[in-house]
Structure formats: C-alpha cells, structure tokens
C-alpha cells in the first residue's frame, strides 16, 4: 500500500495554512495526488425566521458561502502553487459531514484539522467532523493540531500500541509513513499480559516491533505504567519527551458514547493533541 490519493478538507480557519503544509509534505514524501476539498455550507434557518426576512436572508448565505470559497480556494492555491506536487481543487455544496465522508473513500489518506472551540468561522457541523470521518470514513485521518506549525511530519513517530483490532488497523494504515520514518517508538501503555484477543504476549509491543521489523521498519518497544494519567495524557506527554511529530492510534476502541461519558484516549487525543495524530478506526 501506498499514499497516492490525498485529500485535505479546506477551510477559511486560521489553522488551515498548517494544514495545508502538512498535507503538502505529505503528498510530496509520497508523490502522491493532493485533492483540496471545500463545502459550501449553508446555516438551517427556520421557515418561519425565512418567512418573515424574506430572500435576502438566502441572498446574503449564498454570498457568504462564494466568498468563503473564493478565501479557501485562494489558500490553497497559494500553499499549493511551487510544491511541485499534483493538485486539484474541488468545491461542493450541502452538509458538511455528508460531502466530507463521500470524498474521503475515493482517497488513500484524509487531512483534517482539530476543531477550534474559539473559530467562529466554523461551519455547522464542524465540531463533529472528526468523529465521523474517523468512524465511517474507511480511511486513515490525520488530524492536524488548530494550534503551532509543523515543519516535519513522520520523521519521528510514536505508535500506541494496546493490542485491539483498531490499533492494529492504524498501525497497518500507517505503514507508508513508518518505512519513511528516522525513528519508530511502539508504545504500550498500562499493557495486559497474556495470549488473549487483545493480550500483548510475554513482552508486551514485541511481537508487533517484530512485526514492524519485516516490513523493513526499525522500531524500538516499550511498556509504560500511567502513574495516574489517562492513556491519552501518558501519550502526550512521552510523545513531548521523545519530540516525536506524528502519533499512529487506533480510535475508539470503546463506544463512542462510552467515551463521550467516561472519557478515554481518542476522546482525550481530539480535544489536547500537540502534534499531528493518524487515526484508524
């Protein structure tokens, strides 16, 4: 497998420069094919608000939405213009998670950004995009952090290893960056032993360095203990430790209202990441 399809979802964010950088990185270490994509996207308003304004409401939502394009496109374009990368823009209308999950299962790998809670030029249906597209996508999503700039992408690479079908999903996912990488850190945090489904053997994240190791990928396992930090905390902070600037993990193992109420990783990961995350569910 290899990247060769690219899409990054655009938009007229403050973050999306960052976003788009990574994204061309990428497509450049790959040679791959990068697709911007933006959607128009128009506020529901009741009809009785439409009734009473009359057209000029939809005069002025139709307005706005040219001219977040022409914003976005203009972005892009500039990011885009002298990277020597294969590019196309595309624009489309309507909700903002249907378009984005319909575009992203013609692509090997999707670049989105971190909802920012203070944007308030978030679309609706902004602050649940990532969930979605990491759910029913199909694809690998990296999630681009709505704060700081990232000169390197997947020199560095820390992959939480847990042992669940989704960890093994992500690492397979992964796999283009990880050959590419200067240093892969397989990490186990708070390990299971045992031989189970989701056990991690006699030496946890062993089998599967060894795993990584037949795929010409050199990566150093270790087994970690919490100390009263959740999953999603100890990774960031080892991932600080180590100046790693990609994290690989898979998403949701758990529910995600399971998540949504108790907490956990993923959920913690979407809303503190520092660097770029690939997630797979």
Same mark, same amino acid.
């Given at each position: 497998?290899?990247?060769? !399809?690219?899409?990054?979802?655009?938009?007229?964010?403050?973050?999306?420069?960052?976003?788009?950088?990574?994204?061309? &990185?990428?497509?450049? /270490? #790959?040679?791959?094919?990068?697709?911007? +994509?933006?959607?128009?996207?128009?506020?529901?308003?009741?009809?009785?608000?439409?009734? &009473?304004?009359?057209?000029?409401?939809? !005069?002025?939502?139709?307005?706005?939405?040219?001219?977040?394009?022409? =914003?976005?496109?203009?972005?892009?374009?500039?990011?885009?213009? =002298?990277?020597?990368?294969?590019?196309?823009?595309?624009?489309?209308?309507?909700?903002?998670? /249907?378009?984005?999950?319909?575009?992203?299962?013609?692509?090997?790998?999707?670049?989105?950004? &971190?909802?920012? %809670? %203070? /944007?308030?030029?978030?679309?609706? %249906? &902004?602050?649940?995009?990532?969930?979605?597209?990491?759910?029913?996508?199909?694809?690998?999503?990296?999630?681009?952090?709505?704060?700081? #700039?990232?000169?390197?992408?997947?020199?560095?690479?820390?992959?939480?290893?847990?042992? =669940?079908?989704?960890?093994?999903?992500?690492?397979?996912?992964?796999?283009?960056?990880?050959?590419?990488?200067?240093?892969?850190?397989?990490?186990?945090?708070?390990?299971?032993?045992?031989?189970?489904?989701?056990?991690? %053997? !006699?030496?946890?994240?062993? /089998?599967?360095? +060894?795993?990584?190791?037949?795929?010409?990928?050199?990566? !150093?396992?270790?087994?970690?203990?919490?100390?009263? *930090?959740?999953?999603?905390?100890?990774?960031?902070?080892?991932? *600080?430790?180590?100046?790693?600037?990609?994290?690989?993990?898979?998403?949701?193992?758990?529910?995600?209202?399971?998540?949504?109420?108790?907490?956990?990783?993923?959920?913690? *990961?979407?809303? #503190?990441?520092?660097?770029?995350?690939?997630?797979?569910?």
């Amino acid at each position: 497998m290899s990247f060769k !399809d690219i899409l990054v979802i655009v938009d007229t964010s403050k973050s999306c420069a960052a976003r788009l950088d990574v994204a061309v &990185q990428l497509a450049q /270490d #790959h040679g791959a094919h990068l697709t911007g +994509l933006f959607v128009r996207t128009v506020p529901h308003v009741p009809q009785f608000v439409m009734s &009473q304004l009359g057209p000029e409401v939809a !005069d002025v939502q139709k307005r706005y939405a040219k001219e977040a394009a022409a =914003t976005a496109r203009k972005t892009f374009d500039t990011k885009t213009k =002298t990277s020597g990368v294969n590019v196309e823009w595309r624009e489309d209308s309507g909700l903002l998670i /249907d378009q984005c999950l319909l575009h992203a299962k013609y692509a090997d790998l999707v670049v989105a950004g &971190q909802h920012d %809670g %203070g /944007d308030d030029t978030s679309a609706e %249906g &902004q602050a649940e995009l990532l969930d979605h597209l990491v759910l029913e996508a199909g694809r690998p999503v990296l999630l681009v952090p709505y704060a700081g #700039h990232f000169k390197t992408i997947g020199k560095r690479i820390l992959v939480a290893w847990n042992g =669940t079908r989704e960890a093994a999903r992500a690492l397979n996912d992964a796999l283009p960056i990880l050959k590419k990488a200067d240093n892969v850190h397989v990490i186990a945090v708070n390990p299971r032993g045992g031989h189970g489904r989701d056990g991690h %053997g !006699d030496v946890p994240s062993a /089998d599967i360095a +060894l795993h990584l190791a037949r795929h010409g990928v050199k990566a !150093d396992a270790e087994a970690i203990e919490s100390q009263g *930090m959740g999953a999603g905390e100890a990774l960031l902070s080892r991932a *600080m430790d180590e100046n790693v600037d990609l994290i690989v993990m898979g998403a949701y193992g758990r529910s995600r209202l399971r998540e949504l109420v108790l907490g956990g990783a993923t959920r913690h *990961m979407l809303r #503190h990441m520092t660097v770029p995350v690939l997630m797979s569910h």
